[in-house]
């Protein structure tokens, strides 16, 4: 009993610490995506220059960053018409590329971290660009295209579906404090929530009684701590196979990250272990379901090899810029609650929070909850858009691609 109270004393620390900064990254995700239309996305994303590739990656970090609706926000881009490389693009800058996570990688690792993910993420989506261009071929890429056509749906699939953008003309700012923004953006706040609080509660409790009950001397074993150039070969490598094995994905791995840091794994080795959110095994089943086994593979053994690219290069820049940081200080909080600026910050956003749940709740929130696991409707335009009959007066509305 003292040993599930220390893990969960643990969880409890790490929940506390990075409340206010997943808020503040879901709030400032769904404003952008209150006013930027899944219409206007596809229609950025028709190849795969290094234009559209830079697009993709904009457009993906002002997104979700909940990984199993990204992997199915990229399928229905696909599935209208964007090309497959800008698509792929845009799902990792969507998970690996998001204020949150930058934000709670600088609370808990330092801000090195949060610096080396903008930089290999980039790095990442180049490698990837690279190998596709090589070794995509048009039958498996046709193969996959056909696959996403059949409509097997997979987790997330219905809040993919959904386009929640405001439809009404104006600027930015107009569009944003409109009525029909506010709703907007609660509506996608509190969705963006439902999707990823099950990967963010998991990966809290894996990491505190990860924390709690596996002694430091196995990592440091297992990552070759006191090998300094083993580890550094090591890091990168084993990184993206432990987040396979974890299960955890999107923010959730972060303190994880930090317990396997703290445990002796390499700096690359932590970067390319964050990356690997997108091939955990129940998104590796919805690739299956999404393009078929055999693109499965090969997004697996493409994204790995970049993964593993991304991470040295990492370690080997920062090495030399001599910014990596001692393991010592990476934050393991476990002091619980107290008032410091951290409580200070929570209060804040918890009340912005319930603000946006309130108008949430308000304008026909919870029938959109029980459609967003589930496969899309048909509706009138015949695409996989949702439509909603009977939609509360300022409630938003999924919208065709007009």
Request: glycine share 10%; with cysteine.
């Amino acid at each position: 009993m003292h040993a599930i109270l220390h893990a969960l004393s643990i969880t409890g620390s790490m929940t506390w610490d990075i409340t206010w900064a997943l808020i503040l990254g879901f709030a400032l995700s769904a404003v952008v995506q209150a006013v930027v239309r899944k219409g206007t996305i596809v229609s950025l994303l028709g190849d795969d220059r290094p234009r559209t590739l830079a697009i993709a990656s904009a457009l993906g970090t002002a997104s979700s960053s909940c990984s199993y609706a990204a992997v199915a926000l990229a399928r229905s881009l696909f599935r209208k018409g964007a090309n497959f490389t800008a698509t792929m693009a845009f799902e990792i800058a969507s998970t690996n590329l998001v204020v949150e996570l930058g934000v709670i990688l600088a609370l808990l690792m330092g801000w090195q971290f949060t610096a080396a993910e903008f930089v290999g993420g980039p790095i990442m989506i180049i490698v990837l660009a690279v190998l596709f261009r090589l070794f995509l071929r048009d039958r498996l890429l046709r193969q996959a295209r056909d696959q996403a056509e059949r409509g097997r749906a997979g987790s997330m699939e219905g809040h993919a579906a959904m386009d929640m953008s405001i439809q009404r003309e104006g600027s930015f700012a107009s569009r944003l404090f409109s009525r029909e923004g506010f709703t907007s953006t609660s509506h996608v706040f509190i969705m963006e929530w439902a999707a990823i609080i099950r990967d963010v509660v998991i990966g809290l409790l894996i990491a505190g009684a990860v924390a709690a009950w596996v002694p430091d001397s196995f990592w440091r074993a297992f990552f070759f701590d006191g090998h300094p150039l083993a580890a550094k070969l090591w890091g990168p490598v084993i990184g993206p196979l432990v987040a396979v094995a974890s299960f955890v994905c999107s923010v959730g791995n972060v303190p994880l990250a930090v317990v396997l840091w703290k445990g002796g794994i390499s700096f690359g080795g932590v970067v390319a272990f964050i990356f690997a959110d997108l091939l955990i095994l129940p998104i590796l089943n919805i690739y299956r379901k999404y393009y078929g086994a055999r693109t499965t593979a090969f997004i697996f053994v493409t994204f790995y090899f970049a993964m593993v690219i991304a991470g040295y290069v990492v370690e080997i820049a920062f090495a030399g810029l001599d910014l990596i940081p001692h393991q010592e200080d990476a934050k393991l909080p476990a002091e619980g609650i107290s008032w410091n600026y951290t409580t200070w910050l929570n209060i804040a956003f918890l009340f912005l929070a319930a603000l946006l749940l309130a108008r949430f709740w308000q304008t026909g929130g919870r029938a959109m909850l029980r459609m967003m696991g589930g496969p899309p409707e048909t509706g009138r335009h015949g695409g996989d858009q949702h439509q909603h009959g009977n939609t509360p007066r300022g409630a938003s509305k999924p919208t065709s691609e007009a």
